[in-house]
């Protein structure tokens, strides 16, 4: 049927939005096109080449994989710093809340992808640990300021002074006020356990 009637019938404003959604382009009218424009403008025969040479040709072609551009969730990634070195990074969400990060690398990729599967595995068990509390000490990316005060109130667990705590650890008292509430309800979930 001719695209003026399509269109009505399936209720587009002009034929125009008919022809842009349901038409495309295909090779064999790229080829028809291209012979009326020879026979149109040079007046003369275009040959239109065998079917089977465009087989062999498309057949002859290596397949080469694509490989997507962002990886899975959870899986890390890798890349390459220079012709003989790979880095490999995890950033996984620890139970405090924050990302931390750590990188493995290699000298091949695949090096690298073997170290980076080590390290998801040993990143998870730390993770599980802390969660189920069966750990007391923090992941090596905590920084250490928050390490030394988590030590000092689960020796101490009777202070509440922030200023004492920042006097005692020879930490700047903004320090200690960033990180009191974090670790005290660390404590209380039972997350990190208090002496």
């Given amino acids: ?9 399936i209720s587009h404003v002009s034929s125009a939005t008919t ?17 009326n424009i020879d026979r149109g403008i040079a007046k003369a ?3 239109p080449e065998p079917e089977q040479e465009t087989e062999k040709s498309h057949a002859q072609e290596p397949f080469t994989p694509v490989f997507p551009v962002r990886r ?12 003989h070195l790979w880095e490999g990074r995890y950033s996984p969400v620890w ?8 990188n493995v690398y290699g000298r091949t990729e695949e090096e690298c992808e073997e170290k980076l599967k080590a390290l998801i595995l040993e ?3 730390e993770i599980a640990a802390l969660r189920s509390g069966a750990s007391t000490e923090y992941p090596d990316g905590v920084s250490p300021k928050k390490k030394a005060i988590a030590a ?6 009777g202070v509440t002074s922030k200023s004492r705590i920042a006097r005692e650890l020879n930490i700047d008292r903004s320090t200690v006020q960033k990180y009191y509430d974090e670790i005290r309800s660390e404590i209380r979930e039972g997350k990190v356990q208090a002496s």
């Fill in 1 to 9: 049927m001719d695209v003026k009637t399509l269109s009505t019938i």
């Fill in 19 to 35: 022809l842009n959604t349901y038409t495309h382009i295909t090779d064999e009218m790229w080829q028809k096109a291209a012979v």
């Fill in 45 to 47: 025969e275009a040959q």
């Fill in 72 to 83: 899975r969730p959870g899986t890390g990634y890798v890349k390459q710093l220079n012709d």
């Fill in 95 to 102: 139970p405090d809340g924050k990302k931390h990060s750590r």
């Fill in 123 to 125: 990143m998870k068990a």
């Fill in 152 to 157: 000092y109130l689960r020796e101490n667990p």
